[in-house]
């Protein structure tokens, strides 16, 4: 049996390399790996205890919160706040970011923004969930508050991103800006070993990956991409084959090990999209660009747009390379006015 490098030793090897990792983004990926564990063992026995289900209680968007999604809330937050790495943190489930209102926080370097539970209408019914993260540097100045601006960063400038995927088995995937590295976690042991070093995307696949039930409300130039995705053509190796789990973590990770494409688009009635530009689509979008892949709101580089506000949606498109740019120019060609 082979022994693999665990997550921690990993960090302090791969130190030097890391142009944002000091010690304290090792403490702080330390607390989301700590966290993680936790939500994990929670997910483990969710049919077990009364932990599955609605709490009852809507978020600022107006969606229903599941009582785990508010139980992974409060362990992130607890496990970042505990650390004093982070000064504050905005997440899906909280109605406005956090400031971290002691002397040891107001002092730290990062904020953290993060869905602590993704996909929750997976979680009743035993299928794929996970945890999105993004970390910042801070821009305010450090000693005092945490400022809306902290949290209305460019994509571009995260240090840090990752997600753990709650799956068949559990990983944590994280990058620092070089490369994308995935530990698993042995729950016999407690801890996250590497077991996927460097990951790269396949520059194109067969798997595309979008709630086709929503195809009338599509705009043109998707609906014309599908039909592309299903026509038979030896060359490009189509028809391709479809896949959506209903959670974006697990959707997009089987696409960067297999390659294939993922898309939530805009539609009519909701011309931005349903995913959050700061908690999903920014941290999974630097991932992607890591790994080879492309991650765009069907036109520009996800990273490249400016936030204005926490809950932002934004339409999403990532994946291989090749298949994106296909997706790209059909979405260029059928542009609506
Ligand atoms: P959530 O954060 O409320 O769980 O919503 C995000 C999820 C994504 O994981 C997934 O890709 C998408 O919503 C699925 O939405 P739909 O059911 O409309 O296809
Ligand atoms: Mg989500």
Redesign the pocket.
Known sequence: MSIHKTLGEFIVEKQSDFPHAKGELSALLSAIKLASKIVNREINKAGLVDITGASGIENIQG?QQQKLDMFANEVFKNALMARGEVCGIAS?EEDNYVFFDNQTSRNANYIVLM?PL????NIDVNVSVGTIFSIYRRVSPVGGPVQMEDFLQVGRDQVAAGYVIYGSSTMLVFTTGNGVHGFTYDPSIGGFFLSHESLTIPKTGKIYSL?EGNYIKFPLGVKKYLKYCQEEDESTNRPYTSRYI????A?FHRNLLKGGIYI?PQTAQAPSG??RLLY?CNPIAFLAEQAGALATDGYNPILDLKPTELHQRVPFFTGSPEMMETAHHFMTKFKES
């Open positions: 969606e899906e869905d993704d996909g929750s209408s709630n209903g959670s974006l973590v959707d939530y349903k995913l999903e």
